[in-house]
């Protein structure tokens, strides 16, 4: 499964939900590289510098660090990818090692909620979590991206009839039931 959807859209809050309800492991690359960072290491080091300023880390560092993830035994039973792909050449690698490992995409859902009820939001969140890309001008530069690179993403998976739209305005659990519901009825899902 894929969640997809801008930055301060709920991906990583939803994302935690479906994968205790269903029991299938969320990956977060935003959360790997936070923790590559705190840890100090070499592609931590690497990745900051693309993160404070809002950018996309390089899809040969994000690609590579993806496989390795999705070779570990805790996605033998489905995984649930919050944040991969956002460009369109990480959608190719990942149908390259998905189609390597015998595996398919059930469900693509894609979160939806607009550009200034985002900023809002990811301006609450900057108060809470103190992260380092949570300002406005980097908030604004990482919703540019999603609208420059992520939505041709998501307009891939939509032309294969795999996408399924959330509207991810509401609250959390408002969310996390039209989210159930999707995943139900989504396309391949359901129509197994
Ligand atoms: P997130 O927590 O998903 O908003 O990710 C935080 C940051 O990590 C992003 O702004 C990027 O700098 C980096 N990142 C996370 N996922 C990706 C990805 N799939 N491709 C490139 N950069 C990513």
Same mark, same amino acid.
């Given at each position: 499964? =894929? #969640? #997809? ?16 309800? =269903? ?19 070499? =592609? ?9 300023? !809002? ?24 995984? /649930? ?9 990480? %959608?190719?690698?990942?149908?390259? %090692? /998905? ?11 894609? =979160? ?9 939001? /990811? ?39 795999? /996408? ?25 899902? !359901?129509?197994?």
């Amino acid at each position: 499964m =894929l #969640i #997809i959807g801008p930055p301060g859209s709920g991906k990583g809050t939803q994302a935690e939900r479906i994968s205790e309800r =269903l029991g299938v492991v969320a990956i977060s690359t935003g959360d790997i590289f936070r923790a590559q960072v705190k840890g100090g290491t070499p =592609l931590g080091l690497e990745a900051r510098k693309y993160m404070d300023a !809002g950018d996309f880390v390089p899809d040969s560092v994000t690609n590579e660090m993806v496989r390795s993830r999705l070779s570990e035994d805790d996605v033998e039973n489905g995984f /649930l990818l919050d944040g991969y792909p956002r460009t369109a050449g990480q %959608v190719d690698y990942l149908d390259e %090692v /998905l189609a390597q490992g015998g595996q398919q995409l059930d469900v693509v859902l894609q =979160l939806t909620a607009d550009d200034d009820e985002l900023v809002t939001r /990811l301006l609450g969140r900057a108060k809470d979590t103190g992260r380092s890309d949570d300002n406005e001008a980097v908030i604004r530069h990482r919703l540019d991206l999603y609208h420059e690179q992520t939505e041709a993403v998501v307009a891939k998976y939509a032309e294969r009839g795999t /996408l399924t739209r959330v509207d991810g305005i509401g609250g959390i659990d408002e969310v996390t039931d039209r989210v159930l519901v999707a995943i139900d009825t989504a396309p391949v899902a !359901g129509g197994r």
